[in-house]
């Protein structure tokens, strides 16, 4: 079955970094698009960043462009989510998610995404 495992999260200091990586099993990987999510504590669920099959297109929420990198490898299965400059405003609980499709878009956040890892994490405070 489809499997989503998240990791890499934790407690750092604003300005700091962390790398998330999102373990996959029971698909073939190389041929769908994986997507990155956050949730905060009482806020609505946003999607952060997305890369498509061969890293042909990748999209940003406005708030992580320039601090955030999706990257993915094939050999591993595994989609990785570099977080740079973090700020308070960054911590969330972070989720990778796929619905089975290759590509990305403007409006792949709205997707209905039927795959989904349990989340890590990530708290960015002094």
């Known amino acids: 079955q489809v499997q989503l495992v998240e990791s890499g999260g934790g407690l750092v200091q604003p300005g700091e970094s962390l790398r998330l990586s999102c373990a996959t099993s029971?698909?073939?990987?190389?041929?769908?698009?994986i997507g990155w999510f956050r949730q905060a504590p009482g806020k609505e669920r946003e999607g952060v960043s997305c890369i498509s099959t061969a890293d042909i297109m990748t999209y940003y929420a406005d708030s992580v462009k320039g601090r955030f990198t999706i990257s993915r490898d094939n050999t591993k299965n595994t989609v990785y989510l570099q977080l740079n400059s973090l700020k308070p405003e960054d911590t969330a609980v972070y989720y990778c998610?796929?619905?089975?499709?290759?590509?990305?878009?403007?409006?792949?956040?709205?997707?209905?995404?039927?795959?989904w890892g349990q989340g890590t994490q990530v708290t960015v405070s002094s």
């Open positions: 998610a796929t619905d089975l499709t290759p590509f990305c878009d403007n409006t792949w956040y709205k997707r209905p995404y039927d795959y």
């Open positions: 029971g698909f073939t990987f190389d041929l769908y698009a």
